[in-house]
């Protein structure tokens, strides 16, 4: 069920870095030796796979902006006035 990615350190394989609470998973694409290079996968809670070219930064933006594709994630998320808060753990 994961549409033909692997784990890493496997070549190609995906870090996860995030998820949502709605059951989202968010991953890099380890595609090279910069991190810089890495896109972002998406893991949905409705199983949809897909791959944003950009980074994790790019990616969260434009989920904020609402600049790019939702596929299968909520949207109602992050809502109409989305804040950043500092974790203090």
Do not use: Q
């Not at 995906?14 to 989202?24: M, Q, R, V």
């Not at 909520?74 to 808060?85: F, L, T």
């Amino acid at each position: 069920m994961s549409e033909g990615y692997v784990a890493y350190p496997d070549s190609g394989g995906l870090i996860p870095w995030s998820e949502s609470l709605s059951g989202d998973v968010f991953y890099w694409h380890v595609t090279s030796e910069n991190p810089d290079d890495w896109s972002v996968v998406v893991n949905s809670r409705n199983l949809e796979w897909w791959e944003f070219s950009g980074g994790a930064l790019a990616f969260l933006v434009g989920l904020i902006d609402g600049s790019i594709e939702r596929r299968g994630l909520p949207a109602d998320v992050p809502g109409s006035d989305p804040k950043v808060r500092v974790y203090a753990g």
